[in-house]
T-cell receptor, first 113, second 113 residues
Framework: NAGVTQTPKFQVLKTGQSMTLQCAQDMNHNSMYWYRQDPGMGLRLIYY???????DKGEVPNGYNVSRLNKREFSLRLESAAPSQTSVYFC????????????FGSGTRLTVV | GEDVEQSLFLSVREGDSSVINCTYT??????LYWYKQEPGAGLQLLTYIFSNMDMKQDQRLTVLLNKKDKHLSLRIADTQTGDSAIYFC?????????????FGQGTTLQVKP
């Protein structure tokens, strides 16, 4: 019972490089979310997908793009990484538009140098 | 806009009760949540409460909700060293029904033996 799987777990990028963070869930959830976690700032929503085929901006979308590939997968892309994007990234999914809470992945620790 | 505030740190002795407090601003929130994050891990849903409830008890956990003051608390009875973690309060974005959750900054609970 995998739940929400994120890859990679750790990544170091040079400024200007691009990469895609992968997220997949096996719980048949409709909604998926990408958050970033920074010390003392809690979690901030980057993008979300309320249902398959839709994506919307969250609180801090600049510098990111997303793709809801199918119901299971929701990827986050950094086109040109900047040091300000050094963070821990969490993917989450929910059954019913967030009601009853989210299931989170274990996170991707990204360092941009 | 929506905002969720928590104190950043709480230290208790093993066996004591812990009370973690949270205030929120969105009066249309339908659900309020408590999540636990252990070092290096993702967030784990501990419990949630509907906005039309005042209290919810689940084993050692008691959630109290004061809608008038927009105040939520989590009480952990007989706190154990394994309860040491960061605790996040979150509210659902009730008016939009997109499933977005707004998180507080997190309260680090330190349990001393």
């Amino acid at each position: 019972n995998a739940g929400v799987t994120q890859t990679p777990k750790f990544q170091v990028l040079k400024t200007g490089q691009s990469m895609t963070l992968q997220c997949a869930q096996d719980m048949n959830h409709n909604s998926m979310y990408w958050y970033r976690q920074d010390p003392g700032m809690g979690l901030r929503l980057i993008y979300y997908s309320a249902s398959e085929g839709t994506t919307d901006k969250g609180e801090v979308p600049n510098g990111y793009n997303v793709s809801r590939l199918n119901k299971r997968e929701f990827s986050l892309r950094l086109e040109s990484a900047a040091p300000s994007q050094t963070s821990v990234y969490f993917c989450a999914s929910s059954r019913d538009r967030g009601n009853y809470g989210y299931t989170f992945g274990s996170g991707t620790r990204l360092t941009v140098v | 806009g929506e905002d969720v505030e928590q104190s950043l740190f709480l230290s208790v002795r093993e066996g004591d009760s812990s009370v973690i407090n949270c205030t929120y601003t969105d009066s249309s929130s339908t659900y309020l949540y408590w999540y636990k994050q252990e070092p290096g891990a993702g967030l784990q849903l501990l419990t949630y409460i509907f906005s039309n409830m005042d209290m919810k008890q689940d084993q050692r956990l008691t959630v109290l909700l004061n809608k008038k003051d927009k105040h939520l608390s989590l009480r952990i009875a007989d706190t154990q060293t394994g309860d040491s973690a960061i605790y996040f309060c979150a509210e659902s974005h009730g008016s939009s029904n997109t499933g977005k959750l707004i998180f507080g900054q997190g309260t680090t609970l330190q349990v001393k033996p």
